[in-house]
C-alpha cells in the first residue's frame, strides 16, 4: 500500500481551539467569532454573512458562504442576510474565476443531515470551482484529495481578489 504524508496538518489537528466559540460544536460559529481570518481562514466579511474556505475541500478554492447568526433554515434568514449571502456568493465566484481560472463552478446548498450537511445546523452554501476532467483516482480508490496548493495561499489570493473588488 502507498502512502501520502501530509505533515502540515498536524499543526491543524493538534492545535487548541480558540475563540468565544471554541468547543461549542459549530467551526462556522467559531470562524465568524475568530479575529483572525488568516488562520480560521476565512476570506471576506459582511455585517451578516462571510466567505470561508472548507478545511476539507472537494476542490481548491472550495469556499462555504455563511450568514454570521447560526441559522439552520433557508427560511428563517432575514432579508439582510439573504441579500449578504448572495452578494458574498457572486463576489466569491469572479475571485474564483480570476484567481482560480475554473471551467465551470458548483454552487449548492445541504439541507438537513440527510441531504448531505456536514453542519445541519449553520447554514452555508458551497462554491465549487471545477475543471474539465478533473475527476482523478485519488479520492475514488484512495480516499484521499490531492490539493495543488495550500489553503493558506488560496485563502490569501480570494480575500485579496475579494477586497480589491468589494463595493
Same mark, same amino acid.
Request: hydrophobic share 45%.
Given at each position: 500500500?502507498?502512502?501520502?504524508?501530509? !505533515? /502540515?496538518?498536524? #499543526?491543524?489537528?493538534?492545535? +487548541?481551539?480558540?475563540? +468565544? =466559540? *471554541?468547543?461549542?460544536?459549530?467551526?462556522?460559529?467559531?470562524?465568524?467569532?475568530?479575529?483572525?481570518?488568516?488562520?480560521?481562514?476565512?476570506?471576506?466579511?459582511?455585517?451578516?454573512?462571510?466567505?470561508?474556505?472548507?478545511?476539507? !475541500?472537494?476542490?481548491?478554492?472550495?469556499?462555504?458562504?455563511? !450568514? =454570521?447568526?447560526?441559522?439552520?433554515?433557508?427560511?428563517?434568514?432575514?432579508?439582510?442576510?439573504?441579500?449578504?449571502?448572495?452578494?458574498?456568493?457572486?463576489?466569491?465566484?469572479? #475571485?474564483?474565476?480570476?484567481?482560480? %481560472?475554473?471551467?465551470?463552478?458548483?454552487?449548492?446548498?445541504?439541507?438537513?443531515? *440527510?441531504?448531505?450537511?456536514?453542519? +445541519?445546523?449553520?447554514?452555508?452554501?458551497?462554491?465549487?470551482?471545477? /475543471?474539465?476532467?478533473? =475527476?482523478?483516482?485519488?479520492?475514488?480508490?484512495?480516499? %484521499?484529495?490531492?490539493? +495543488?496548493?495550500?489553503?493558506?495561499?488560496?485563502?490569501?489570493?480570494?480575500?485579496?481578489?475579494? #477586497?480589491?473588488?468589494? !463595493?
Amino acid at each position: 500500500m502507498e502512502r501520502l504524508f501530509r !505533515p /502540515w496538518r498536524l #499543526a491543524y489537528v493538534s492545535a +487548541p481551539k480558540e475563540g +468565544p =466559540t *471554541a468547543g461549542t460544536g459549530c467551526f462556522l460559529c467559531d470562524a465568524a467569532a475568530s479575529t483572525d481570518d488568516a488562520a480560521s481562514l476565512v476570506v471576506a466579511r459582511e455585517p451578516a454573512a462571510f466567505v470561508v474556505l472548507n478545511r476539507y !475541500p472537494y476542490n481548491s478554492g472550495h469556499v462555504m458562504v455563511v !450568514p =454570521t447568526r447560526h441559522i439552520g433554515d433557508l427560511e428563517l434568514l432575514t432579508v439582510e442576510e439573504r441579500m449578504a449571502l448572495m452578494d458574498l456568493l457572486i463576489r466569491s465566484l469572479a #475571485a474564483l474565476k480570476v484567481e482560480m %481560472t475554473p471551467d465551470g463552478c458548483n454552487v449548492g446548498i445541504n439541507i438537513g443531515r *440527510a441531504a448531505g450537511a456536514g453542519a +445541519p445546523d449553520h447554514l452555508h452554501i458551497h462554491a465549487v470551482p471545477r /475543471w474539465s476532467g478533473d =475527476t482523478n483516482f485519488m479520492p475514488l480508490f484512495g480516499d %484521499t484529495m490531492v490539493l +495543488p496548493e495550500g489553503l493558506e495561499s488560496t485563502r490569501e489570493r480570494l480575500a485579496r481578489r475579494m #477586497a480589491s473588488a468589494a !463595493p
